[in-house]
């Protein structure tokens, strides 16, 4: 018999069929993973924030990026620790929820990697006239408010629609999986989905362009060439990294064949979680020189103030 979403409040996820010695592993492994993603996005971002030397656009960029890490996973962590230990279920409300944190922190990583290939590579050597507080302050809502209204709009579609099933196929929720839970496919979200993606592959285009301007830009001089590489080296691999967890998850949600193992649809699910979160504040901490300088006295002065304390307590 057909369910409607007025009976239906529950769905139950899949993926979860793990002995209690692979709980307890799975657990002790994501949560240190799930840890060394905070520390590091919420050390640049306070570093970032209480040094006024870095109050420039670039590394505005890369704190919003790191916050925007924080925000992505506080949507699929915490649940995901609880399921190991409890009942593979989540509400209606809440799977909605969490397929729209998700998916709006996917497209926020999008739209300021794409910021920043506009700030950092079209005009690497005059960006600091270029970029007033006002226009950074402009982009910077931007950025975070289209990828949330977009993905509202998404997940507002799906509200309220017929549907025939309650078993996720997946750790987590996301939008794709309730649309293939809906009795009749909603053409509403079908235009809004076709829409976004539209729009961001133009994020795409526009990306490849910086590229090749600034490339065609800076080839005859040395000089100019070195500062694009120093700028360019960590978005690109930041911009690749994220291109090819999202891409795979996306081909794997649509074509993935039931014939994979587990343990790797598991992985599939989630890498896009796991690898640009942790990576982002790494690549950006150790390539971006006055940043790594930066980081590197204030890790020292920490380090300075707790030798203190020992041999203060220690003489006590």
């Known amino acids: 018999m057909m369910e409607n979403t007025s009976a239906l409040s529950m769905f139950t996820l899949s993926g979860l069929d793990f002995s209690l010695e692979q709980r307890i592993a799975l657990f002790v492994g994501t949560i240190l993973w799930y840890l060394l993603i905070l520390w590091g996005n ?4 306070f570093v970032i924030i209480t040094d006024r030397h870095l109050h420039e656009p670039m590394y505005v960029f890369v704190c919003n990026l790191c916050l925007n890490s924080v925000y992505g996973t506080v949507g699929f962590f915490p649940k995901f620790l609880k399921d190991l230990f409890s009942s593979h279920v989540i509400s209606y409300a809440a799977c909605m929820l969490q397929g729209y944190v998700i998916h709006s922190s996917t497209c926020a990583d999008f739209s300021i990697l794409t910021l920043m290939a506009y700030v ?7 960006y600091h006239a270029v970029m007033t507080k006002l ?3 402009v982009f910077l ?14 997940t507002a579609t799906l509200i309220g629609v017929r549907l025939c099933g309650s078993r996720i196929n ?9 649309f293939r839970l809906t009795c009749s496919p909603p053409m509403a979200n079908v235009a809004v989905s076709y829409f976004n993606m539209l729009f961001y592959f133009g994020h795409a285009v526009f990306i490849a362009y910086t590229y090749l301007y600034m490339i065609r830009t800076c080839k005859l001089s040395r000089e100019n060439m070195g500062k694009f590489m120093q700028t360019c080296l960590p978005h690109l691999i930041c911009l690749g990294i994220y291109s090819t967890t999202v891409l795979l998850d996306l081909l794997y ?12 649809s598991n992985f599939m699910a989630i890498e896009n979680l796991l690898i640009p979160p942790l990576l982002n504040p790494l690549v950006y901490g150790f390539k971006l020189t006055k940043l790594c300088e930066k980081m590197r006295i204030s890790f ?3 380090k300075h103030v707790l030798d203190c304390n020992q041999t203060c307590d220690f003489s006590l």
């Open 300 to 302: 020292e002065a920490i």
């Open 120 to 126: 950092a590579i079209c005009q690497p050597l005059s």
């Open 135 to 137: 226009k950074v302050s």
């Open 141 to 154: 809502f931007l950025s975070w408010f289209i990828p949330l209204f977009c993905m509202f709009m998404n």
């Open 170 to 178: 997946r750790l987590y929720c996301v939008n794709w999986t309730v």
């Open 253 to 264: 949600i649509r074509f993935g064949s039931a014939d994979l193992s587990q343990h790797l």
């Open 42 to 45: 919420l050390t640049l971002i």
